[in-house]
C-alpha cells in the first residue's frame, strides 16, 4: 500500500516533479513570474482547507554574506487560497522567511541580495508535500516569460 511506503507515524508521502537541467545555474534575483493552474476538488479542500495545494520549489544556492559556507536552501512558493496569490520561505534558515513566517516574494528577492555573490537556481520542482492528502492536476506552471504544459506525450514550453 502507498500510506505504508514510509516509516513516518502516521505514514506519509512526500513528491516533486521538477527539472535539474533546465533552470541551473539561473538567476534567483531574474524571476519574475512563477505559478500554475490547478484543478482542485472539494474533497481536498476536506483533507486540509482550502490552502490544500501543491507548491513551487527551487532548489538554489542562496550565496548570502552572512552563510558563506551555505551552498544549499529551498525557495518555496506556497499558493494561497487562489493560485495568483501565495508566500515564499528558505528552508536553509538564510532569511526571516520560514515556513512559520513566510514572506512576499520581494521580501525574499532583498534577503537574498544582500551583497554577497548572486543567488543561483539548482533545480525547479513542483512538489507536495507530507502534511495532507492530495488528489489533483497541475498544470501550465510558469517560470517567468515561459509557461510548460504537461501533456501524455511530454512536456510543452510555450511563451506567455
Not at 525557495?75 to 496569490?85: A, I
Request: aromatic letters at 10%.
Amino acid at each position: 500500500m502507498a500510506d505504508d511506503s514510509t516509516s513516518l507515524t502516521p505514514p506519509s508521502e512526500k513528491v516533486d516533479f521538477g527539472n535539474e537541467v533546465d533552470f541551473y545555474g539561473d538567476p534567483v534575483l531574474g524571476l519574475t513570474q512563477v505559478g500554475f493552474r490547478v484543478f482542485q476538488t472539494g474533497e481536498n479542500v476536506t483533507y486540509g482547507g482550502d490552502r490544500n495545494l501543491p507548491n513551487i520549489k527551487f532548489e538554489i544556492n542562496p550565496n548570502v554574506a552572512a552563510h558563506p559556507g551555505d551552498t544549499y536552501s529551498t525557495l518555496v512558493w506556497v499558493p494561497g487560497p487562489v493560485t495568483t496569490t501565495g508566500s515564499w520561505f528558505l528552508t536553509g534558515g538564510e532569511a526571516a522567511c520560514t515556513q512559520a513566517a513566510p514572506c512576499t516574494f520581494a521580501q525574499v528577492k532583498v534577503s537574498l541580495n544582500d551583497g554577497g555573490a548572486a543567488p543561483l537556481i539548482y533545480t525547479a520542482a513542483v512538489g507536495k508535500g507530507r502534511d495532507y492528502l492530495w488528489a489533483g492536476a497541475v498544470d501550465g506552471l510558469r517560470i517567468n516569460r515561459n509557461i510548460y504544459d504537461f501533456e501524455a506525450d511530454g512536456v510543452r514550453v510555450r511563451r506567455a
